[in-house]
């Protein structure tokens, strides 16, 4: 006992003491450990509402330079400012493009390269094109997940056929399947069994934190005399970190979360629970990043040119691919559809409303001086710039959490016309990936690409 001290609880739960100067010295001390970092990729699809030929910008903040939740408030009219709570830790960039033409199918090749950087494959063609790459979230999975884990990868709405799923590459031509059940996702990474009402009612009468059990030695320790400031510090942290472990090794949502994704289970792929199904895999998202089981995860809103009839004012819409077109039609031609570009924009909230709610549950997990949100990178990208010319300019980047200081964040910034290499580039280098070389990565996507990160984004 001469250098370490211990609480002892009911059944034997053990807690290990900080150092702490009252109580003797010891002549070493352990530094906190490095920060787990993560990307996280949600993809919405056809392009945004922003400035395209006569209509007017709805996206992006109004000025570039800062931005904070004063000026996100300001600029109510723009979708972003549905982040305004997170605008200091926001990075919002315009100006990357896809580097690479499709072929045959905008929605495709543009699926092809959204994490990929990568080339659109010749045969497959059309609709049913291939990237010729990796993708970001696999590279991110490959170097950092320590025991092989594959990407967490996530869907959310229905499979209509015509293009599923467009996002997540082991290599060339090598699509990931993403699964769409929030309850099967739950499952099969966590474990777990729907409880019984009975089950429940005595887990929660039962449920102590090892802090409980030793929470009358604790007081006492506490009103020790002899104990310095810096100990009661040391102590309170302490303390609340063994909380946060406790978070991590129980693995769990909520026991009503867990019954709604069990109950949303057959019902996972109408394309009316969308946007339900959406906050369940950001749920499972966030605590597979809390728990430290992956470092990258992805989730597609949508199939390739999501063709969802989102409900906006209590009224559903028309399908989504046909308001991205402004027609009624999935082609070139049909009747115009009434207020097309400000459904689009209305559309545009409703992803970045899914967005917010990954973000404050990253928040919700405290992590040292900071949040969970802190350590990692969020990004809502898309494999259009815009609907109606299905550009692949302008492609929306919206970044939330400075990956451990890595990020210059509250700030929009255009990147003046960088390929798509160069943006993943910089987000696999926030969160640790390395060149060949061992420096920071700098040569993600296909070789004939400038090398290189975006400095801007860069602290």
């Known amino acids: 006992m001469d250098r370490r001290r211990f609480l002892f609880g009911l059944g034997g739960a053990v807690v290990a003491l900080p150092f702490l100067e009252g109580l ?6 352990a530094g906190d450990p490095p920060p ?11 392009g945004v509402q922003q400035k395209e030929n006569a209509e007017p910008e709805r996206y992006w903040p109004s000025a570039l330079g800062a931005v904070s939740a004063a000026s996100m408030t300001a600029d109510a009219d723009r979708a972003t400012s549905e982040l305004k709570d997170y605008g200091s830790r926001l990075t919002i960039v315009k100006g990357v493009k896809f580097a690479f033409p499709g072929n045959g199918c905008g929605h495709s090749g543009g699926g092809n390269q959204c994490l990929t950087a990568a080339k659109v494959s010749v045969d497959p063609s059309g609709n049913k094109s291939l990237s010729m790459g990796e993708s970001l979230d696999n590279r991110i999975a490959r170097e950092l997940n320590a025991d092989g884990a594959e990407p967490l990868t996530l869907y959310a709405g229905m499979k209509a056929g015509y293009i599923n799923e467009v996002l997540s590459y082991r290599g060339p031509q090598q699509l990931r399947a993403a699964e769409r059940d929030p309850y099967n996702a739950y499952t099969r990474l966590f474990g777990l069994t729907p409880p019984s009402e009975a089950a429940l009612a005595k887990k929660a009468a039962g449920r102590k934190s090892v802090n409980d059990l030793v929470r009358a030695q604790m007081k006492a320790l506490l009103a020790r005399p002899d104990l310095s400031s810096g100990d009661r510090d040391r102590l ?3 303390f609340s970190s063994i909380r946060d472990l406790e978070v991590k090794v129980a693995l769990r949502l909520p026991d009503t979360r867990i019954k709604e994704m069990s109950a949303m289970s057959p019902k996972s792929g109408d394309p009316i629970n969308i946007e339900e199904v959406s906050r369940m895999q950001c749920d499972i998202i966030a605590l597979a990043m809390a728990a430290g089981i992956t470092h990258s995860a992805t989730l597609q809103i949508g199939d390739g040119n999501d063709s969802t009839e989102y409900v906006i004012g209590g009224v559903k819409q028309p399908r989504y691919h046909q308001i991205s077109h402004r027609i009624y039609s999935d082609g070139a031609s049909g009747d115009p559809i009434p207020d097309a570009a400000l459904k689009h924009h209305e559309i545009d909230r ?30 809502l990208t898309n494999d259009l710039g815009t609907g109606v010319g299905h550009s692949y300019n302008n492609i929306p980047y919206v970044i939330a959490g400075g990956a451990g200081g890595f990020l210059k964040t509250g700030q929009f910034l255009d990147a003046g016309g960088v390929t798509s290499n160069q943006m993943m580039n910089t987000l696999g280098a926030a969160v640790g990936c390395k060149n060949g070389a061992g420096d920071v990565l700098d040569d993600f996507g296909d070789s004939s690409l400038k090398k290189g990160l975006i400095a801007a984004m860069r602290v």
């Open 36 to 46: 787990f970092k993560f990307a996280i990729f949600l993809r919405q699809a056809n």
């Open 24 to 29: 003797g010295a010891r002549s070493s001390r």
């Open 350 to 379: 409703i992803h970045l409303r899914i967005f917010k709610y990954l973000l404050d549950r990253l928040d919700s997990y405290k992590v040292g001086a900071g949040t969970l949100l802190d350590q990692g990178v969020a990004v």
């Open 236 to 238: 309170d942290l302490h």
